[in-house]
């Protein structure tokens, strides 16, 4: 399976978007390159971003189609006129859904800010400062068709601070998303990411 086209689905300010491009820029991404940006929000900071990359952008209002699966359709379409081998998903704020899952199963990856199988869902930040754990981190997983449920492709973590605030962690667990999702996503474009059932190898 070819990995090195990729796709990156954004809804908001788009900093995993620009630590994957500047990843590409410093041939961070082993030998892979971003193809497309996917929005569903037109008017969100990363379209600026990929246009300042020099990446093409396909734009889209889910208001504007009948149906979530019409507007996963489109997508697919442009996903295969590119020949899109990876997508990366990175705060895209919409549910995936069987019609995008199906073709592009084992090639959709996605980044949460705790340590899976904990603190899934919403506000994993605030969830774990709640908890009151002392270790936190972030995840890279698969994406299948539960909430943050796919196999875990790679993890790290980092120390909870006495005193962190949500501000304050979430900005030492966006420094470490910004290092380990290009290595990951390095990882599949050098072909070195195997899936077997749950179980994801990184071969070195």
């Known amino acids: 399976m070819d990995y090195s086209r990729i796709a990156v689905f954004a809804s ?3 900093s995993n978007f620009a630590a994957l491009t500047q990843a590409q820029r410093e041939g961070r991404l082993g030998g892979g390159t971003i193809e497309l940006l996917v929005s569903d929000r037109p008017e969100a900071p990363v ?28 997508i697919i379409e442009e996903l295969q006129r590119r020949e899109i081998g990876l997508i990366v998903l990175a ?9 995008l899952l199906s073709p592009y199963e084992g090639r959709i990856i996605n980044i949460h ?39 875990v492709i790679a993890q790290r973590a980092l120390t909870v601070k ?12 966006h420094r470490v998303e910004y290092e380990l999702y290009p ?7 050098a072909g070195k990411i195997e899936l077997d059932g749950r179980m994801v190898k990184v071969r070195k």
Do not use: C, N, W
């Open 12 to 14: 908001g300010q788009g």
């Open 47 to 74: 379209a600026q971003r990929a246009q300042e990359a020099g990446i093409p952008s396909l734009l889209l209002r889910p208001k504007d189609f009948e149906s979530r699966e019409e507007y996963e359709t489109r």
């Open 91 to 99: 705060g895209y704020m919409r549910l995936i859904t069987p019609m």
């Open 113 to 151: 800010p705790s340590l899976l199988p904990a603190f899934a869902g919403k506000d994993a930040i605030g969830q774990a400062l709640a908890y009151g754990v002392k270790l936190t981190g972030v995840t890279v997983h698969f994406v299948d068709g539960g909430m943050d449920t796919g196999p």
């Open 162 to 173: 006495d005193g962190d605030t949500a501000d304050t962690l979430a900005e030492r667990i």
């Open 183 to 189: 290595e990951v996503v390095a990882a599949f474009a």
